[in-house]
């Protein structure tokens, strides 16, 4: 052998051993940590690009091409999710009476003197629920993505794909905060769907829903609308919320399928509808991709989602408390309680505090505050700037992992209408109204033991069992102090007021 020869079979091995190295690390990152160097797998998505957005229009059937272009490429990623849960249903009884057994009026003794020990109406029958959905293909290699509600509690899990192959699948994780869920099945020949920037989307642009609604003889759906607006929340949907608004038909069996842009890319997860009816009114909810793209990658690489926690609660400052306040109304968001022992606490936020823009970003809102917080992974630095008393203030922190367990929040009351100056009744906390109340009794504090529900007290937020912590920036030590501070307070005057609710401190301001 030659030195030419040599030098050629030398590149040759080189080469070889690159493109083996590349096919073997493709699905793997590396990650430098204390511990060391470590391996862990990673989604590997679709990286091709469309570019169905630079379809050239010229006439109506231009136009009309486009939409077809659109939903040819996104369909085959799109499966019907099956679902099958196995529960105990009570045998009904012959001596049941208009639904109601017999136990309710004569006692149990008698149902149990026909009973027989091969055919107890107390030991039940096994029934199997079954339930459907949507969700799209975002790998090759079988990673499905759809909400959490579609396979929440369900024993069995099987998808039906674009090509009608019917396939188990396995529930790699699920994040209920979000309502979104990963599964995966062991198949060939899958198409995953391209994932977009949901952030460049803009109120107007077309957008197109695709899903199975109101069962598999409708699967995969195609329907065409509108984004109607963005960064929607306290929609009561879900822990995290900032859903894309749309008016593309959405109904029941869409849930986990696909809303995709014209460029046929995936910009959000369909999850629900707001409707009188229970059908489709016009207004469906979407979680963005950028959010599904980062719970999506926490589920396959770790099972589990972590959260960034800085230990507050917060509110919006709305017009009442921005003039209680002397601020501007809906710039901030105004700091609660302070968790003891938290990041927030180890650095000296107080309840007052408001935080104005976080990594540099201006807070809006506090559902955008929290989101952007809880899109930190613990053990990131953050730094946000905050007002306090005029003055503003910098403050850096390490983000801990958000604590498993939230404290729950007080449930509303209904209350009998009663006359009252301010809309409400407040009372020395004693033990005998600590107890009906359900509270822990305390020297001096004063609590709302009734409120008028057409109250602006009402309106504001205000509810009975909730402890008056200060009225008007001033500390309420005792009902004499209360007392003298509400003489001074005229009709028409702004309330504003900081209270306890089972262990969160809150703002409100409303007029008297």
């Known amino acids: 052998m030659n030195k030419k020869q040599a030098i050629m079979k030398y590149l040759l091995l080189v080469i070889a051993g690159i493109a083996v190295g590349a096919l073997v690390f493709s699905n793997v990152e590396f990650n430098l940590s204390p511990k060391g160097l470590s391996l862990s797998n990673r989604p590997n998505f679709a990286t091709a690009t469309n570019n169905i957005e630079n379809y050239p229009i010229q006439s109506l059937k231009g136009f009309n091409e486009a939409f077809v272009q659109i939903a040819e490429s996104a369909t085959?990623?799109?499966?019907?999710?099956?679902?099958?849960?196995?529960?105990?249903?009570?045998?009904?009884?012959?001596?049941?009476?208009f639904g109601r057994s017999f136990d309710d009026f004569f006692g149990r003794q008698f149902n149990d003197f026909f009973d027989t020990p091969e055919s107890s109406p107390r030991k039940g029958h096994k029934q199997v629920l079954e339930g459907i959905g949507s969700g799209v293909v975002v790998t090759a290699d079988g990673y499905i993505l759809t909400n959490n509600h579609v396979i929440d509690n369900a024993d069995v899990v099987y998808i039906r794909t674009f090509d009608n192959r019917k396939i188990d699948a396995k529930v790699i994780g699920k994040d209920s905060k979000t309502d979104l869920a990963v599964i995966k099945v062991n198949a060939k020949d899958l198409k995953p769907i391209l994932i977009g920037d949901s952030d460049k989307l803009r109120v107007g642009e077309w957008v197109i829903a695709i899903g199975s609604p109101l069962g598999e003889n409708f699967a995969r759906t195609v329907t065409q609308g509108i984004v109607s607006a963005k960064g929607r929340a306290n929609v009561g949907l879900a822990d995290y919320e900032d859903f894309i608004q749309t008016d593309a038909a959405i109904n029941p069996g869409n849930s986990g399928g696909p809303l995709v842009n014209i460029n046929g890319e995936l910009v959000g997860i369909n999850t629900a509808i707001a409707s009188r009816t229970g059908g489709f009114e016009g207004i469906g909810f979407a979680v963005p991709s950028n959010m599904a793209r980062k719970v999506m990658t926490a589920l396959i690489t770790t099972g589990k989602v972590t959260r960034g926690y800085l230990g507050v609660s917060i509110q919006n400052i709305d017009e009442n408390i921005a003039k209680a306040m002397h601020l501007k109304a809906g710039e901030g968001a105004l700091v609660g309680t302070v968790v003891d022992g938290s990041p927030a606490a180890k650095i000296g936020i107080k309840t007052g505090d408001v935080i104005l823009d976080f990594n540099d970003i201006k807070v809006k809102s506090s559902i955008e505050l929290r989101n952007a917080i809880s899109s930190h992974s613990p053990g990131e630095m953050v730094k946000f700037r905050v007002l306090r008393n005029g003055a503003i203030k910098l403050y850096q922190v390490r983000l801990e992992e958000q604590p498993a367990r939230n404290v729950a929040a007080a449930t509303d009351e209904e209350q009998e209408k009663i006359p009252a100056v301010f809309g409400f009744r407040a009372e020395e906390l004693t033990a005998m109204t600590a107890k009906k109340l359900n509270l822990n009794p305390g020297a001096g504090k004063v609590v709302i033991t009734a409120i008028e529900p057409a109250s602006n007290a009402y309106l504001a937020g205000l509810r009975t069992g909730d402890i008056i912590l200060t009225l008007n920036r001033q500390n309420i030590t005792s009902f004499a102090s209360f007392s003298v501070l509400v003489n001074n307070i005229k009709s028409g005057d702004l309330l504003f007021m900081l209270v306890e609710r089972?262990?969160?401190?809150?703002?409100?301001a409303f007029n008297v």
């Open 76 to 97: 085959p990623s799109v499966v019907t999710i099956f679902t099958e849960k196995t529960v105990n249903r009570r045998v009904g009884s012959p001596f049941d009476f």
């Open 502 to 508: 089972r262990g969160n401190k809150i703002y409100f």
